[in-house]
């Protein structure tokens, strides 16, 4: 068969289940929303769901390799309103190749005209890594983090 390309779908489904695996073993219990994303008559969701101790966690999971990431005004609206329904606190989930994840809140990006962004300076310094899940109860912002970057 040879190399075939993998497609922009199968990189994100693929680092999705990565992320599942490693919530799993940190203790959650795990979904993933399939679908998630697809399509303008698509119900919102995140891609992924995670619940332990009674809290619930949203995720919206990118697998980007550029030096920064953008989620459009819409997406991120449709993440927080299904979030604020299932009260479940919403967590961008960025895998950026051979850094791992980093997990942001929306507060970390900046707003500009067509979307929320963030670049790899400030989701490393912002953003929690994959331990952080396995050595917290849940996930934790300091009250101290950053406002939206101007």
Known sequence: MGNIPMTHYNKGA??????????????FAVCRAAGSGKGKDTIPTPDAIA?????????????????????????????????????????????????????LKKEHFHINEKSYAINLENAHKHGKEIDHFQTQPSIHFPANSPQPLK
Not at 58 to 69: D, H, M, P, T, Y
Not at 72 to 93: F, R
């Open 14 to 27: 693929n680092a999705e289940r990565e992320l599942l695996q490693s919530l799993y073993e940190a203790g």
């Open 51 to 103: 619940l332990r101790g009674g809290k619930i966690y949203a995720f919206e999971c990118k697998a980007w390799k550029a030096g920064s990431l953008h989620i459009s005004h819409q997406q991120m609206n449709d993440l927080e309103q299904w979030s604020a329904l299932a009260g479940a606190e919403l967590v961008i989930a960025w895998k950026i190749p051979r850094k791992g994840w980093r997990f």
